[in-house]
């Protein structure tokens, strides 16, 4: 099996990213090996546009292609990254973070006061929304008490826990109020997740249907659940001439080939994350564009730690120690990224263990767990995935026969991602083949998946050692101890939590040559995309 070492990025404090774009360079390196102290690992040339050459030129609508819709856009309530990709040309939060650097956005200015429990948020007065009604503070609080409400189900409604009052001070003033020092407060109000919506469209209709309630370059003009969505130029953006396209038209197709074929014969212009083993092939044709090599998706087997046996971490633990990650890494992705042999987070990224918890497997140890949890002939189990999700279905694959080699007898259940949903919220499952996209900041992961009560955290698995030191982690201000903290954090989600994580992929957009102004942002964040425009 081949092994493909990846563009790395960096991580200091926030995660602060390098350019993910490789653009017409060479491929990753095919020879294993370990990260250099830059960042880097292999031979991948960095290159973007952040400063594309020549004038950028206004008009024409992109057509993204993407393997699967979205089931839920209300930018409160989604988990999906189809979401997040959407929904980022939409809405608009407070401030917005690229490569890890926090910007303006809806607020064109914040303070902070010296104790840390209180931030002050100046509105422009040019934010509109899709609706034609200014942005104001009184929409700023809506939002965020929208999202700590339990009736909308937000999945990160955790991370927002230690907000304990939101107050409009004029129409264009809002203070927020600390329970305590927030080391990722900017960063959380960064996120699609902390999206200021329109409060008229929200209570009328929902975000879930043909209208939005965003301010952002973009807005809805049509959806065909499944199949389409069309966005519109939104003339009265804030940021001068942008965006630059008068729209963007995404379609979704399941069919690795046909998204392929679709690419290279020029039916769209921007292939949103082809299939690993198209990659060498799109990267040859001279018609096309490629970038990418950075990681943003952790893929992982979630047990349901709310029923039996999984509810034992001896056999929790014989399923780590029985999984052998970079065969995992190699047949369900084509090499393309990094064995996870630790906790949630890549070694690069800020809060990780850097030492490996695990590597190769070590099946006599886990039979031996098993036998002292009292399953000394292993048992049956029933793993789901995604049906459409072909890398995830292979990762199942593999992960079926490794752990036959311990005596667990695995069942693939392959569903439609509307019915995973529906199961993975009600814990009507055993195993679940998943992902999770790297956020900002490990809070806004840490506490939606694996805290107790978080909207993320399938079966709901409780720790209180773990919850105590991410919770610890979000009020600790120096970069160091918080980073410790998180070590701490990850080593225990490893050894003894609910999820084997298994490995981060790579990333790669393709497009056509005419498609400039990529500006990718592994962190990972999609609003670029307001800045591409087409030389035609």
Same mark, same amino acid.
């Given at each position: 099996?081949?092994?493909?070492?990846?563009?790395?990025?960096?991580?200091?404090?926030?995660?602060?990213?390098?350019?993910?774009?490789?653009?017409?360079?060479?491929?990753?390196?095919?020879?294993?090996?370990?990260?250099?102290?830059?960042?880097?690992?292999?031979?991948?040339?960095?290159?973007?546009?952040?400063?594309?050459?020549?004038?950028?030129?206004?008009?024409?609508?992109?057509?993204?292609?993407?393997?699967?819709?979205?089931?839920?856009?209300?930018?409160?309530?989604?988990?999906?990254?189809?979401?997040?990709?959407?929904?980022?040309?939409?809405?608009?939060?407070?401030?917005?973070?690229?490569?890890?650097?926090?910007?303006?956005?809806?607020?064109?200015?914040?303070?902070?006061?010296? =104790? $840390?429990?209180?931030? #002050? %948020?100046?509105?422009? *007065? +040019? @934010?509109?929304?899709?609706?034609? &009604?200014?942005? /104001?503070?009184?929409?700023?609080?809506?939002?965020?008490?929208?999202?700590?409400?339990?009736?909308?189900?937000?999945?990160?409604?955790?991370?927002?826990?230690?907000?304990?009052?939101?107050?409009?001070?004029?129409?264009?003033?809002?203070?927020?109020?600390?329970?305590?020092?927030?080391?990722?407060?900017?960063?959380?109000?960064?996120?699609?997740?902390?999206?200021?919506?329109?409060?008229?469209?929200?209570?009328?209709?929902?975000?879930?249907?043909?209208?939005?309630?965003?301010?952002?370059?973009?807005?809805?003009?049509?959806?065909?659940?499944?199949?389409?969505?069309?966005?519109?130029?939104?003339?009265?953006?804030?940021?001068?001439?942008?965006?630059?396209? =008068? $729209?963007?038209?995404? #379609? %979704?197709?399941?069919? *690795? +080939? @046909?998204?392929?074929?679709?690419? &290279?014969?020029? /039916?769209?212009?921007?292939?949103?994350?082809?299939?690993?083993?198209?990659?060498?092939?799109?990267?040859?044709?001279?018609?096309?564009?490629?970038?990418?090599?950075?990681?943003?998706?952790?893929?992982?087997?979630?047990?349901?730690?709310?029923?039996?046996?999984?509810?034992?971490?001896?056999?929790?633990?014989?399923?780590?120690?029985?999984?052998?990650?970079?065969?995992?890494?190699?047949?369900?992705?084509?090499?393309?990224?990094?064995?996870?042999?630790?906790?949630?987070?890549?070694?690069?990224?800020?809060?990780?263990?850097?030492?490996?918890?695990?590597?190769?497997?070590?099946?006599?140890?886990?039979?031996?767990?098993?036998?002292?949890?009292?399953?000394?002939? $292993?048992?049956?189990?029933?793993?789901?995935?995604?049906?459409?999700?072909?890398?995830?279905?292979?990762?199942?694959?593999?992960?079926?026969?490794?752990?036959?080699?311990?005596?667990?007898?695995?069942?693939?259940?392959?569903?439609?991602?509307?019915?995973?949903?529906?199961?993975?919220?009600?814990?009507?499952?055993?195993?679940?083949?998943?992902?999770?996209?790297?956020?900002?900041?490990?809070?806004?992961?840490?506490?939606?998946?694996?805290?107790?009560?978080?909207?993320?955290?399938?079966?709901?698995?409780?720790?209180?050692?773990?919850?105590?030191?991410?919770?610890?982690?979000?009020?600790?201000?120096?970069?160091?101890?918080?980073?410790?903290?998180?070590?701490?954090?990850?080593?225990?989600?490893?050894?003894?939590?609910?999820?084997?994580?298994?490995?981060?992929?790579?990333?790669?957009?393709?497009?056509?040559?005419?498609?400039?102004?990529?500006?990718?942002?592994?962190?990972?964040?999609?609003?670029?995309?307001?800045?591409?425009?087409?030389?035609?």
């Amino acid at each position: 099996m081949r092994t493909r070492v990846l563009t790395k990025v960096l991580a200091v404090g926030v995660i602060s990213a390098l350019a993910a774009g490789c653009g017409g360079g060479e491929p990753p390196s095919k020879n294993s090996g370990s990260s250099s102290n830059d960042g880097l690992s292999g031979n991948v040339r960095l290159q973007d546009e952040s400063q594309p050459a020549g004038t950028p030129k206004s008009g024409g609508r992109l057509r993204v292609m993407i393997r699967l819709d979205a089931n839920e856009l209300d930018p409160h309530r989604m988990s999906e990254t189809s979401a997040f990709v959407i929904n980022e040309q939409i809405y608009e939060s407070l401030v917005q973070s690229y490569r890890g650097e926090i910007k303006p956005a809806i607020a064109e200015s914040w303070t902070q006061s010296t =104790d $840390g429990l209180s931030v #002050t %948020f100046k509105l422009r *007065d +040019n @934010a509109v929304f899709h609706s034609g &009604r200014k942005v /104001t503070a009184a929409d700023v609080k809506y939002s965020i008490e929208r999202i700590k409400d339990p009736a909308t189900r937000a999945p990160r409604a955790r991370s927002y826990e230690g907000i304990t009052s939101v107050t409009a001070v004029d129409e264009r003033t809002v203070e927020m109020k600390l329970a305590k020092p927030n080391a990722a407060i900017l960063t959380l109000l960064s996120t699609a997740a902390s999206s200021i919506v329109d409060r008229s469209v929200a209570e009328a209709g929902g975000l879930n249907g043909s209208v939005d309630g965003g301010s952002g370059p973009f807005k809805i003009a049509s959806r065909v659940t499944g199949q389409a969505i069309k966005l519109d130029k939104h003339a009265q953006y804030w940021e001068p001439g942008v965006p630059y396209l =008068d $729209g963007m038209d995404f #379609t %979704f197709n399941p069919d *690795d +080939n @046909a998204r392929a074929a679709a690419v &290279r014969s020029g /039916t769209v212009d921007f292939l949103w994350r082809p299939a690993p083993e198209f990659i060498d092939a799109l990267k040859r044709d001279e018609k096309l564009k490629w970038y990418g090599g950075s990681g943003s998706l952790s893929l992982h087997l979630r047990l349901n730690t709310s029923k039996a046996p999984y509810d034992n971490v001896k056999v929790r633990q014989a399923i780590f120690l029985a999984l052998d990650r970079q065969e995992i890494l190699n047949v369900a992705n084509s090499g393309f990224g990094t064995a996870l042999n630790a906790g949630y987070l890549p070694p690069d990224r800020f809060g990780a263990v850097q030492e490996p918890i695990y590597g190769k497997a070590d099946i006599e140890k886990a039979k031996a767990l098993l036998a002292e949890a009292g399953y000394p002939n $292993g048992f049956e189990a029933k793993l789901m995935v995604i049906a459409t999700s072909a890398f995830q279905v292979r990762s199942a694959e593999v992960e079926q026969q490794q752990l036959a080699k311990i005596g667990i007898k695995v069942t693939i259940e392959s569903v439609e991602s509307t019915i995973a949903d529906t199961k993975t919220k009600s814990a009507d499952f055993d195993m679940y083949q998943s992902g999770f996209g790297l956020t900002y900041d490990p809070d806004e992961r840490f506490t939606a998946s694996f805290l107790s009560g978080g909207g993320l955290n399938y079966g709901n698995w409780t720790d209180q050692e773990y919850e105590n030191l991410v919770v610890q982690a979000r009020s600790e201000m120096d970069k160091d101890k918080r980073a410790a903290l998180y070590q701490q954090a990850e080593k225990i989600l490893a050894e003894r939590g609910p999820v084997a994580m298994t490995f981060l992929n790579a990333d790669f957009d393709v497009v056509q040559k005419d498609v400039m102004g990529y500006q990718g942002d592994p962190t990972p964040t999609y609003r670029f995309y307001r800045h591409i425009w087409l030389d035609r």
